[in-house]
């Protein structure tokens, strides 16, 4: 009993991650990037969970990234949320998107008020996905917000520097968008290792090989 009880802390405590059976049903949030999909043990974005974007500068296609889900939640009529984006969104570049302008809604908060705000958006469970602009976040913050996530069932993607790789977080998933080369990290998945070698980016829509990790990219820009 001693040892269950043990074990049941470690977990708690997230100091140990509980393994996911090799056979698992297909993710219910797919990123939309078939190779991205195959390189994350859930099959794409972890549901009801915080996923991490850090980005070395703004503008450099990480919303090409995540437009794929928020086009198909926002067509399925689910509310997408923005939390504080840097730049006010172009209407046009998010509807060539696939987005429903009409489920999309922008929050504004000063930096001090965007983990609240995210907080609130998440375990609201009024919001299919949540999407905020993290400039700084401690442990606790970051915590809480995973906590939101489950409790609302929520998809939560958080942009941050990428200096935050330097720094634990209790993300579910973290990924890291490079420039010189252009390439794309998984630097943290639950339930599984990250790949060895880095994804191309910009990523391919269909199947595609993956190209040698010093392998220079284009890379893409959707400043909005």
Not at 13 to 22: C, D, I, N, V
Not at 111 to 120: C, F, I, L, S
Not at 138 to 160: F, H, N, P, V
């Amino acid at each position: 009993m001693s040892t269950i009880v043990a074990l049941d802390r470690l977990l708690d405590a997230r100091r140990l991650w509980r393994g996911q059976p090799q056979a698992r049903a297909p993710s219910r949030q797919p990123t939309g990037f078939p190779l991205l999909d195959a390189a994350l043990p859930s099959g794409g974005w972890p549901e009801a969970a915080l996923s991490e974007v850090l980005l070395p500068l703004d503008g450099i296609g990480e919303l090409a990234l995540l437009w794929p889900t928020l086009a198909r939640l926002t067509r399925a009529g689910r509310l997408v949320a923005l939390v504080a984006p840097p730049y006010l969104p172009f209407p046009g570049a998010w509807a060539n998107a696939g987005v429903r302008l009409d489920r999309l809604q922008v929050v504004r908060a000063d930096a001090r008020d965007v983990p609240w705000a995210t907080e609130q958006c998440l375990r609201s469970a009024a919001c299919a996905a949540v999407l905020c602009w993290l400039q700084q976040a401690d442990d606790r913050t970051l915590r809480r917000l995973q906590l939101a996530a489950e409790t609302g069932q929520c998809l939560g993607l958080a942009m941050r520097p990428a200096a935050a790789a330097a720094h634990a977080s209790p993300a579910a998933l973290r990924l890291s968008l490079e420039t010189n080369p252009a390439r794309l990290r998984v630097l943290k998945c639950r339930g599984g290792n990250p790949p060895a070698q880095p994804l191309p980016w910009p990523l391919p829509r269909g199947e595609a090989p993956v190209p040698a990790a010093d392998s220079p990219h284009a890379a893409a820009s959707d400043r909005a």
